[in-house]
DNA sequence: CCTACCGATCGGTAGG
DNA sequence: CCTACCGATCGGTAGG
């Protein structure tokens, strides 16, 4: 039976989403059962089935949100006025700031997206290659450009990204240091680091 | 461990640990099955129980095993003599050979150490925690001495452990960069990030 | 959004 | 190391 989008529906499909976002952070995909959702929603299980097509359809809109999210950033560092470190310090907060104020979506994405079905899976992974390779002729083009040192551009991605990553420790347990001294220290090792 | 010993005359046990490590690599704890376990040895699930307690006992024997390895070589560079960012030096190069020649068992801990059950889980932090304070202190010794930069110690050991797990990444698809020059470029990023 | 229920699969046990 | 099984739980469906 064809049933009409009405706002009722969507709002109470984002509502799903949301509560689905905290508890796959919580307890991970796997752990986390349509029971334990419909529980936090007040509803049966069952009932899960009116609003989305399945529990796959959640974790898919967590993950390709984020990638929309990422690439539409992506876009405005490339075309911005700037030295090409600069793009790459641009980057290397943005990640950080996204660890800080949407970190159960980029954490679930980070962990669950291997859960995904093909040809999803496929899809998300060709979107995350192409995005670590326009991360990476930014690097490339600030060592052409002489202002950071001769290290290969997937290397250097690699520390950045896994490193921001990290965060996610902090996260669990924030110790005598403030997310911001945290974001200063990390963007000054860093970009240190990779300083000529 | 002699080299030439083969799987097949190790005792049942290790032979048992060592597939299931690679087992939870592939799929995760939770979505590895004591009858695919049993599958990849040949023998039925019910069997595996002669061996082992129970499928918790396979991960305790990993994350612990691990553990105390870490722990070995923390006295061993704490006690060694040389500079304290040398020191720090030797830690990072130690991790990053772990994620290369101890991979799975590395990966497997790292993300599965979750599901420990207790008393084992806080056994397992606890025993985390006290390293990373051993590494955050010889980081403000080289803080103190003037060989590293002034940064929270804290953010330090996490930029330094979190960029070295991701190496994992490059695991999953070794690109146009081979694992030597992985493991200088990291090094070089890190350290001339850290120091002064 | 509910009750009622399905087949599949899980970790683990009994008893040989 | 096996056969035979257990109770629990899973994602999802039928039908209202």
Redesign the interface.
Known sequence: MAKAVTEKTLSRRTQIVSVATRLFHEK?Y??TSMRNLAEQLGIEAASLYNHISGKDALLQQICFDMATHYNAHMEEVETASCTAIERVEKLVRFHIGMMLTHFEEVYVTNRDWKHLKEPLLANFLQQRKAYEKRFSRLVEQAVLAGEI?A??P???V??I???????E??QRNP???SAE??EE??V???????RK
Chains 1, 2 share one sequence.
């Open positions: 991970g796997n752990a040192q290290v290969h997937h290397a250097a690699l520390t990204l896994s490193a921001v990553r990290g965060i420790f902090w110790r005598n240091i001294q945290l220290d990390m000054k090792i860093l970009l240190k680091g990779l």
